[in-house]
């Protein structure tokens, strides 16, 4: 089973950048054809997704969010990276990446609470 | 942007029944659908992508079925595992959104 594993501070302050890491175990995440993927679930709600890096680097975001997100790979620690700028409490919310080899989700992390409070 | 509707919302169901989630898209994604499983403090986990191919380790209890714009997940006779919440998502087209989710709770 693949354990990919979220990480960052789990408190924000508003109007700062929300992020987080995810870590992939295994091999290089810019040499197999993988979509990075996160993925948000507000408390007691559904699932919203956030965007997608490739493996070549190309990324695509949700529109609702396009003009705060940036996702990008760090091909030297092997990770994947959200940056949300400009946060307010409306992005309080469980976090998850996922890694699968078409848009769909295959595998995902435990996920990882943030909450954004001052 | 492409909605997905899901129903019923909740569902009430005992163990051995057969279920069925139905899932709705605004416009034809052809089989471009994946259903999850989730549990409560848990990650979602890929039951069912394009459509009715069942991901590995899952069940054959598990059943997905429709194209264009109107599908279904059926489970066969429901274990008492399978009480947890269900949601779709098209992957047709970006954003790759979910359904609203259907929770199967225990009768």
């Known amino acids: 089973q693949v354990q990919l594993q979220e990480s960052g501070p789990g408190l924000v302050k508003p109007s700062q950048t929300l992020s987080l890491t995810c870590t992939v175990p295994?091999?290089?995440?810019?040499?197999?054809?993988?979509?990075w993927t996160w993925i948000r679930q507000h408390p007691g709600k559904g699932l919203e997704w956030i965007g997608h890096?490739?493996?070549?680097?190309?990324?695509y975001y949700n529109p609702s969010l396009k003009s705060r997100v940036t996702i990008s790979l760090d091909t030297s620690k092997n990770q994947f990276s959200l940056n949300l700028g400009s946060v307010t409490a409306a992005d309080t919310a469980m976090y998850y990446c996922a890694r699968s080899p078409a848009e769909y989700l295959q595998h995902w992390g435990q996920g990882t609470l943030v909450t954004v409070s001052s | 942007d492409i909605q997905m509707t899901q129903s019923p919302s909740t569902l009430s169901a005992s163990v051995g029944d057969r279920v069925t989630i139905t899932c709705r898209a605004s416009q034809s994604i052809s089989t471009w659908l994946a259903w999850y499983q989730q549990k409560p403090g848990k990650a979602p986990n890929l039951l069912i992508y394009?459509?009715?191919s069942l991901e590995s380790g899952v069940p054959s209890r598990f059943a997905g079925s429709g194209s264009g714009t109107e599908f279904t997940l059926t489970i066969s006779s429901l274990q008492p595992d399978d009480f947890a919440t269900y949601y779709c998502?098209?992957?047709?087209?970006?954003?790759?959104?979910f359904g609203q989710g259907t929770k199967l709770e225990i009768k």
């Open positions: 295994g091999g290089s995440i810019s040499s197999v054809p993988y979509y």
């Open positions: 998502q098209q992957y047709n087209n970006s954003p790759y959104n």
């Open positions: 394009k459509a009715s």
């Open positions: 890096i490739y493996y070549s680097g190309s990324a």
